[in-house]
């Protein structure tokens, strides 16, 4: 007995099926000239490749986030560093400025 999702038989089947994400323009060579007889077959093996070039699209990616990680913390560190920099260069700016003060007021007297 058929269930309400299996097409009948002489159906297109998977015909209708749309993937969003096409395999990408690297992958499409391999399948025109790997690709194994009969129809249902082909799609299979259709499937197989998306999945695979959509596992290697994956693990680019999580290469690239560890890569971006790693230049976020080095920008956190750099900007810490600087923020403690500008920190210390207001103290010396101030300090000279109330020493440059009062020697020009001791000058005045």
Do not use: C, W
């Not at 096409?22 to 194994?36: E, F, G, I, M, W």
């Not at 600087?82 to 010396?92: D, F």
């Not at 020697?103 to 005045?108: G, S």
């Amino acid at each position: 007995m058929l269930s309400p999702d299996t097409p009948p038989a002489g159906s297109p089947g998977l015909g209708h099926l749309s993937l969003e994400r096409q395999p990408t323009p690297h992958a499409a060579p391999v399948l025109s000239k790997q690709r194994p007889p009969g129809d249902l077959t082909g799609k299979v093996y259709q499937l197989e490749v998306m999945l695979k070039q959509l596992h290697s699209d994956l693990q680019k990616e999580k290469q690239d986030k560890v890569v971006l990680q790693a230049g976020v913390a080095t920008l956190r560190q750099n900007n810490q560093r600087l923020q403690e920099e500008s920190q210390t260069a207001t103290e010396q700016l101030r300090k000279f400025a109330e020493i440059f003060s009062t020697a020009v007021e001791k000058e005045e007297l």
